[in-house]
């Protein structure tokens, strides 16, 4: 274990989640689901073991951080003792604020909505979760209907495929141009969301 570091392993990391994700899409069944869960945990336990071989923490203080943090920030579904609540609430809304209130409550440095999203997530990604967040922050967007064809083109689609297929389209007429699409999308969300207000 000497040779590995936390830093080695985060591309093993993310590919191995990347498989879970494209197992859970592509409908795989559950023998190859559990399979590739293992190989998440198993990273899990990699990064833990150089962590106590450090000295740092080990598994086990992963995993009760873990069951700490899903009871105090699901009060919604835990009491404090971690027992399950009689009744939940009934709305997701209602689920979103309570989870968000905790949220901030303990990460008092979180100073706006999109804080705590990270950078290194793929542009499309991380497009989704800061549109998310300005729609549950109620913050109002600069619209986004600057190109008006392609807005209208987007709204004729009935498929997640039809999307796909445009947005493949997209990526593909981009880099005949000599652009990056992921560079591009990255640059809009920091000139939308990321700028002084």
């Known amino acids: 274990m000497a040779a590995l570091t936390h830093a080695s392993l985060v591309e093993y990391l993310l590919e191995e989640a990347y498989e879970v994700a494209e197992t859970i899409e592509t409908g795989a069944d559950d023998a190859e689901l559990r399979g590739e869960l293992g190989d998440v945990l198993l990273q899990v336990v990699l990064h833990a073991r150089l962590a106590d071989e450090r000295g740092s923490f080990t598994f086990d203080d992963v995993a009760r951080g873990l069951s700490a943090k899903m009871v105090r920030r699901n009060p919604h579904v835990f009491r404090p003792d971690g027992t399950l609540q009689d009744s939940f609430p009934a709305t997701v809304e209602e689920i979103v604020r309570k989870w968000d ?10 100073r706006g909505p999109f804080d705590g999203i990270p950078d290194s997530l793929p542009a499309l990604a991380k497009a989704q979760k800061f549109l998310d967040r300005a729609e549950r922050a109620r913050r109002v967007v600069e619209p986004l209907e600057t190109q008006p064809p392609v807005v209208e083109l987007v709204r004729t689609l009935t498929s997640e495929a039809e999307l796909g297929d445009l947005l493949l389209a997209a990526v593909g007429s981009a880099r005949s141009q000599g652009f990056d699409a992921e560079r591009a999308l990255r640059g809009a969300i920091r000139r939308r969301f990321e700028a002084p207000s």
């Open 101 to 110: 209130a905790v949220k901030s409550a303990e990460q008092p440095e979180l």
